[in-house]
């Protein structure tokens, strides 16, 4: 995909991986819209990066539709969706919270879903599109702790197959991208504690880049999951 004046939709790209894909796929010549939950952060963020911000929770399907209709009106069309909103809490199975995990699941996979489901009718309509996925390593393995998030990134990595298998006859690449650890705030906005920047591990603009170049291979052909570690964390 030549990536110049592509419309792209990233959900939660008002900081982490999101702003970090938003911005490179902005250098990269596309235009670039950012949601959120938080209206004066996502609008400040659009504004000091030349960014387009909608207001908007994907956890909530009225939002979605909303976001969604707001692209048509403005736009005409969209080019590329980029799953990256979802958030983790981590505790270990005895303290397991319903409302927490259920929080978690609404966000991390229904509301990825509705957003899929939106985007996939302009991309099934217009033949052509791609739909990235930000899932996680924890899309591949389980820890302590990690019952709600794993969770959410198995359903994930699992939608994935499932749209990938509809999509494909309409031209249409699904793509999951699964980054090891990221150093952004998710761990702090998790009740973890602020940790010290480590030069050895992972940045947003890491997967950002694993982002961009899996869109700009040509149409023919797309990478189906991509996995980013670390290549020696101390």
Same mark, same amino acid.
């Given at each position: 995909?030549?990536?110049?004046?592509?419309?792209?939709?990233?959900?939660?790209?008002?900081?982490?991986?999101?702003?970090?894909?938003?911005?490179?796929?902005?250098?990269?010549?596309?235009?670039?819209?950012?949601?959120?939950?938080?209206?004066?952060?996502?609008?400040?963020?659009?504004?000091?990066?030349?960014?387009?911000?909608?207001?908007?929770?994907?956890?909530?399907?009225?939002?979605?539709?909303?976001?969604?209709?707001?692209?048509?009106?403005?736009?005409?069309?969209?080019?590329?969706?980029?799953?990256?909103?979802? /958030?983790?809490?981590?505790?270990? &199975?005895?303290?397991?919270? =319903?409302?927490?995990?259920? +929080?978690? *699941?609404?966000? @991390?996979?229904?509301?990825?879903?509705?957003?899929?489901?939106?985007?996939?009718?302009?991309?099934?309509?217009?033949?052509?599109?791609?739909?990235?996925?930000?899932?996680?390593?924890?899309?591949?393995?389980?820890?302590?702790?990690?019952?709600?998030?794993?969770?959410?990134?198995?359903?994930?990595?699992?939608?994935?197959?499932?749209?990938?298998?509809?999509?494909?006859?309409?031209?249409?690449?699904?793509?999951?991208?699964?980054?090891?650890?990221?150093?952004?705030?998710?761990?702090?906005?998790?009740?973890?504690?602020?940790?010290? /920047?480590?030069?050895?591990?992972? &940045?947003?603009?890491?997967? =950002?880049?694993?982002?961009? +170049?899996? *869109?700009?291979? @040509?149409?023919?052909?797309?990478?189906?999951?991509?996995?980013?570690?670390?290549?020696?964390?101390?």
């Amino acid at each position: 995909m030549n990536l110049k004046d592509k419309l792209v939709l990233v959900t939660g790209g008002s900081l982490g991986i999101g702003l970090a894909t938003a911005l490179m796929l902005k250098e990269k010549g596309a235009k670039v819209i950012i949601t959120g939950r938080n209206k004066e952060r996502l609008e400040n963020t659009a504004a000091d990066n030349d960014l387009i911000p909608i207001v908007s929770d994907v956890s909530k399907e009225e939002d979605v539709i909303r976001l969604f209709e707001e692209i048509q009106n403005k736009f005409g069309s969209l080019d590329v969706l980029v799953n990256n909103a979802g /958030f983790g809490t981590f505790e270990k &199975l005895e303290n397991l919270d =319903a409302d927490s995990f259920n +929080s978690i *699941l609404q966000t @991390n996979v229904i509301g990825a879903a509705l957003a899929a489901r939106e985007a996939s009718k302009i991309f099934v309509k217009q033949n052509s599109g791609a739909i990235i996925n930000i899932a996680s390593t924890a899309a591949t393995k389980g820890f302590p702790g990690g019952t709600a998030y794993v969770a959410s990134k198995f359903a994930l990595r699992g939608m994935t197959e499932c749209w990938r298998a509809e999509l494909r006859p309409h031209n249409v690449r699904v793509i999951l991208i699964n980054p090891s650890e990221v150093q952004t705030e998710f761990f702090v906005n998790a009740g973890g504690e602020r940790r010290d /920047f480590n030069p050895t591990k992972l &940045l947003g603009e890491d997967i =950002a880049h694993a982002v961009v +170049s899996s *869109l700009k291979m @040509n149409d023919r052909g797309f990478i189906t999951e991509l996995t980013v570690f670390a290549t020696n964390p101390k």
